[in-house]
């Protein structure tokens, strides 16, 4: 069983950053963030693996976020730069196989509010 605590979100204006953690107690093939904004089905935002460090993102943060890892904290970390007001939902840490896009473990979220 892997606990992962998200951290980080808060409220921002547009154009802003924010750095969300998740913090995992243990380790997993590699770990990816999503959200989910009011009345929208679950996004994909990206993943990382643990090993190899290989990321994958989606089309509608590439270049605006960047995920990050710490091995020895295992502690995962995503760089949101550019905030837009579309950008806010709860975002979620999940640890699992990104490979097969299969996640087993799923933080509780934190909010992540833009104003314009």
């Known amino acids: 069983q892997v606990q992962l605590v998200e951290s980080g979100g808060g409220s921002v204006q547009a154009g802003g950053s924010l750095r969300l953690s998740c913090a995992a107690s243990?380790?997993?093939?590699?770990m990816g963030w999503f959200r989910q904004a009011p009345g929208k089905e679950r996004e994909f935002l990206v993943t990382?693996?643990?090993?190899?460090?290989?990321?994958y993102y989606a089309d509608s943060v590439k270049g605006r976020f960047t995920i990050s890892k710490d091995n020895v904290k295992n502690t995962v970390y995503l760089q949101m730069n550019s905030l837009k007001p579309e950008d806010t939902a709860v975002y979620y840490c999940?640890?699992?196989?990104?490979?097969?896009?299969?996640?087993?473990?799923w933080g509780a979220g934190t909010q992540v509010t833009v104003s314009s």
């Open positions: 999940a640890a699992g196989n990104p490979e097969i896009g299969k996640y087993d473990y």
């Open positions: 243990g380790r997993t093939f590699g």
């Open positions: 990382i693996n643990w090993k190899s460090g290989n990321t």
